[in-house]
């Protein structure tokens, strides 16, 4: 007997000590496994800054933030007619912390005209938005959790967690008899199990450590590795471990843990913002967050909250009047939740791809990385209400319908920072991304490298040079000759090269391209950014050659940069779960083009969107900008494009069928329209006309091709040639500079702007 009763002593310590031993390996550690969270690049507010007060409340209202009447505390601003007086939240940046501020923000008709302090009235130099969250990777466990430190936490909430669910929590020592014997004279007398007996210790150890099936054996775990937690923790430790801990609901396939993200998920603000009877909703969920979901059992949830309360006014937490006042209150939840939803699922697919080139998966799903990426939350739902509404005309008014898609990328010139990523016309929905994936032959969009292969070799090439079109044909082994025609079928003889551009004309293009040499122009695709490898046949020069828009976008955005590849990136730094920078991702610069002959080239897309197959764009935009753009068009019609830039951005948009069927839609008149009304809401530079001292402007030859000459350059009629400086044509005119007084009327003819609503009638002849 004394044996026996000794082996089950021994028997009994081994076994606490394997419990002791899975107490503290797991509580010492990593305790969870987080999601990593991706933002946009944060809003900087400063005197000048082009973004409007309507602007600012739509960016407003996607944080959070409350419109009051003074705005009084963090995460609200108070709104009139040209002033919007703002309480940020702070931020922890890597680099530098933003302190929560108020502000007080003046605007005129497009910009910010001041900004100060509303204590002292001191002028605010820069005033940096909490960057808004737009997605995260989840671990495998589809835990979704945001960690609250205990000094973070709201007292309010911590009493009404204390008092409606463990009110000896302080006292006991993870197990409190006296709460036991209460819910066992409660189960004796109700003849069934109507009330738990757990310590807030025993709920964190069943949820943190067990499995939820309930049994005599898990029941003395629970009450052992309780006792053994308290051993070794602190109060306030276990407490924080429980509030981070805690089930309060599902978003979707996400299980929320922790108060901090319940309080986004019900009340989209942070945990620090809300008011008592809020905290006392959460506190009273604990219980049965599914019986008392505020949205699918309101009526319920209230009663909980309401005893909450109650409870708080009989602890002396709150006054009776205060208790019954709060009581009154709705409940104030949000309807929709964006917790656990991607906000720009597409974008954030690049943001995941870019990322797993630096971070194996393990990682990138359970060590609580920040990711501060690019993407400009403005931007990108300009772009996607444009798309959606362009293509929803267009699906109208052609046989494509609701087969018809479309996808759009828009990044900055001078960083290569992608500012917005549209995958298709239901852009926050999780699907085929097209503007990564849709692998679509280019048309007409290759044919710039064609004419910039020409133009790097100046001792043979400039924009006036001549081309032949007339009729080609070509052999080829065990097929019918290839033949490529015109639009139109037309053919003109002798064209200026900047005619062959101006108008996308197909025969003298091919010409060109085959007396350069099909690997040249692959050689200028590669160094415009082309990193797929590509079938090196004469159609080729026509397009046939498959890119997905993003690296499209690549080819225009080097174009745009005078001949600097930077690859695009979506990312700008990464931190870890404390917030300590890991990586950061600068620019990366490589000359890759001769930025003269670019520049030409760049003349010449000017003058394909004023006068060329892109001129609509001169009815949709404003013609001062000076945009450069190329339309695309392919095979029946199948895919219609648009590529282009200003002096800041650089977008292209894709229409078509996934099918691949025709859409009757051609570059010009597909996704054109698409591409004007994103960026007629954006706010461009223009593209500066060259008054390079590399680049000469000649007089244009008798009924030949030419470009609009920039201010201080008087070519008759206010058109010219230019070419390198140092290639200047034997017997050439040169134009004559002026005072840098622009007198020629026609230079930048006036355009008829109500004419607008034309360009929709107008079936353009161009690809």
């Known amino acids: 007997m004394v044996v026996t009763l000794l082996a089950l002593v021994v028997t009994g310590g081994v076994y606490v000590a394997y419990l002791d031993l899975i107490v503290q390996h797991k509580f010492a550690g990593k305790r969870w496994a987080l999601p990593a969270r991706v933002f946009a690049r944060p809003v900087e507010l400063y005197t000048g800054a082009t973004i409007s007060r309507d602007q600012l409340m739509a960016e407003l209202k996607r944080q959070g933030y409350r419109r009051t009447d003074g705005a009084a505390e963090p995460g609200s601003y108070a709104a009139s007619s040209h002033r919007v007086q703002l309480y940020s939240r702070g931020f922890e940046f890597p680099d530098l912390p933003e302190l929560p501020r108020q502000a007080m923000i003046t605007f005129n008709a497009t910009q910010i005209e001041s900004i100060n302090l509303v204590a002292d009235g001191a002028p605010i130099d820069l005033l940096r938005l909490e960057p808004l969250l737009i997605g995260s990777f989840y671990p495998s466990s589809n835990e979704d959790r945001l960690l609250v430190p205990l000094d973070k936490v709201p007292q309010p909430l911590i009493s009404a967690l204390i008092a409606i669910e463990d009110r000896q929590f302080y006292e006991h020592h993870g197990v409190s008899p006296r709460a036991i014997g209460r819910a066992l004279w409660a189960d004796i007398k109700a003849g069934k199990a109507v009330q738990g007996g757990s310590t807030l210790t025993q709920q964190l150890v069943k949820n943190f450590y067990l499995s939820p099936r309930r049994s005599l054996v898990r029941k003395a775990n629970e009450a052992v590795m309780a006792l053994l937690l308290e051993l070794h923790y602190s109060k306030d430790e276990i407490l924080e471990a429980y509030l981070n801990e805690v089930f309060l609901g599902q978003a979707g396939r996400r299980a929320i843990h922790g108060f901090a993200q319940g309080s986004q998920l019900f009340f989209g603000r942070p945990l620090a913002e809300l008011s008592i009877d809020q905290l006392a909703l959460l506190a009273g969920m604990v219980k049965a967050p599914t019986l008392y979901h505020p949205r699918r059992h309101p009526q319920r949830a209230l009663e909980r909250r309401n005893l909450v309360l109650t409870v708080l006014a009989q602890q002396g937490e709150i006054s009776a009047e205060q208790s019954k006042a709060l009581q009154a209150k709705p409940l104030g939840v949000v309807k929709q939740s964006a917790v656990g939803l991607s906000r720009y699922p597409a974008f954030l697919d690049l943001v995941r791809r870019q990322l797993r080139r630096d971070y194996p998966d393990e990682v990138l799903l359970s060590e609580g990385l920040s990711i501060y990426s690019t993407l400009d939350s403005s931007v990108q739902e300009i772009a996607e209400q444009g798309l959606q509404r362009r293509l929803q005309q267009l699906a109208d008014r052609t046989d494509a319908g609701d087969q018809l898609q479309g996808a759009m990328v828009i990044s900055a010139v001078a960083s290569s920072e992608v500012l917005a990523v549209v995958g298709g016309r239901s852009p926050r929905e999780d699907g085929f991304n097209r503007a990564l994936d849709a692998l679509r032959s280019i048309g007409s969009l290759v044919k710039p490298a064609v004419y910039l292969t020409a133009l790097a070799q100046p001792e043979r090439f400039h924009l006036d040079s001549i081309l032949l079109d007339e009729p080609l044909s070509l052999e080829r082994i065990g097929e019918e000759p290839w033949q490529p025609q015109n639009y139109g079928g037309e053919f003109l003889g002798e064209v200026p090269l900047l005619d062959g551009l101006l108008h996308s004309m197909n025969v003298p293009t091919v010409k060109l391209g085959l007396e350069l040499g099909v690997p040249a122009v692959v050689e200028t695709l590669e160094q415009l950014g082309l990193n797929r490898p590509v079938n090196q046949q004469p159609a080729l020069l026509l397009g046939a050659v498959g890119m997905t828009p993003l690296e499209a976008n ?108 025709p859409t009757g839609l051609q570059g010009a008149t597909g996704a054109l329209p698409v591409w004007a009304d994103v960026m007629a809401k954006l706010p461009l530079i223009a593209n500066s006309p060259s008054t390079d001292d590399q680049i000469t402007w000649l007089q244009s030859g008798a009924g030949r091709a030419a470009i609009t000459a920039p201010v201080g350059v008087d070519c008759p009629g206010g058109y010219g040639i230019p070419v390198m400086a140092e ?41």
């Open 554 to 661: 690549q080819l225009y955005l080097t174009l745009a940069a005078g001949g600097f590849y930077t690859p695009q990136r979506a990312i700008l730094s990464v931190a870890d779960r404390d917030g300590k920078t890991l990586n950061r991702y600068p620019l990366r610069l490589e000359q890759t083009l001769d930025p003269r002959a670019v520049k030409l080239l760049q003349l010449a897309l000017q003058e394909v969107a004023r006068r060329g197959t892109a001129r609509s764009l001169q009815w949709l935009l404003d013609s001062n900008l000076n945009l450069a753009a190329k339309t695309g068009t392919t095979d029946d019609e199948r895919d219609s494009w648009l590529a282009g830039f200003s002096g800041n951005l650089a977008a292209v948009v894709w229409v078509g069928r996934d099918d691949n069927q």
């Open 727 to 767: 290639f200047t044509p034997a017997g050439a005119r040169p134009c004559a500079t002026s005072d840098g007084t622009d007198t020629e009327l026609n230079r930048h003819p006036d355009i008829n702007k109500p004419l607008k609503w034309l360009f929709n009638k107008i079936p353009w002849p161009y690809n």
